[in-house]
């Protein structure tokens, strides 16, 4: 008999926004640095990724804006829900990010947040560029297309 994992429950939480407003250029994953109620509600999966942005200061980088509702089950021990939280990457990741992100037109987006086979919380950040308006209607087009061909297939 398989070995039961405590962790079986699937958290993958995306950005959808995120994809149709910046084109990414490179993808990283990165650790988070949580409260111990962060991590359990991230767990019943309250988290919303829509407003999140990512930001350096003193060369570390920080997310804002990343709303992980308060935890149901505490009682004064909760957390703030958007507070500023803190992104753990390795250093030439750090380093590279930075100076691709003191280009112009660059920013650092938060595309999905997940829980890994550890049990710890991650998230996924890309290295975008923003969209004009034609290649929205571009990105919706072949969303359309990709749509017909699925319909065709069945």
């Not at 089950?73 to 939280?85: G, K, L, S, T």
């Not at 112009?104 to 996924?124: C, Q, T």
């Amino acid at each position: 008999m398989a070995k039961k994992n405590k962790f079986d429950k699937i958290i993958n939480i995306r950005n959808k926004k995120a994809s149709f407003e910046f084109e990414f250029l490179d993808k990283f994953v990165a650790g988070l640095a949580l409260m111990g109620t962060e991590i359990k509600s991230i767990r019943e999966g309250k988290v919303s990724l829509t407003e999140a942005y990512c930001y350096f200061r003193k060369g570390e980088l920080y997310i804002k804006q990343m709303h992980i509702a308060p935890y149901s089950q505490a009682a004064h021990f909760n957390h703030d829900a958007v507070r500023e939280r803190k992104l753990l990457l390795q250093k030439q990741e750090l380093k590279k990010l930075e100076n691709k992100f003191a280009e112009k037109g660059l920013s650092i987006v938060p595309v999905r947040i997940f829980i890994n086979d550890r049990g710890l919380a991650k998230l996924e950040i890309a290295l975008a560029k923003g969209k004009k308006i034609h290649d929205k209607r571009q990105s919706i087009k072949e969303k359309d297309a990709k749509r017909d061909l699925q319909r065709v297939a069945y």
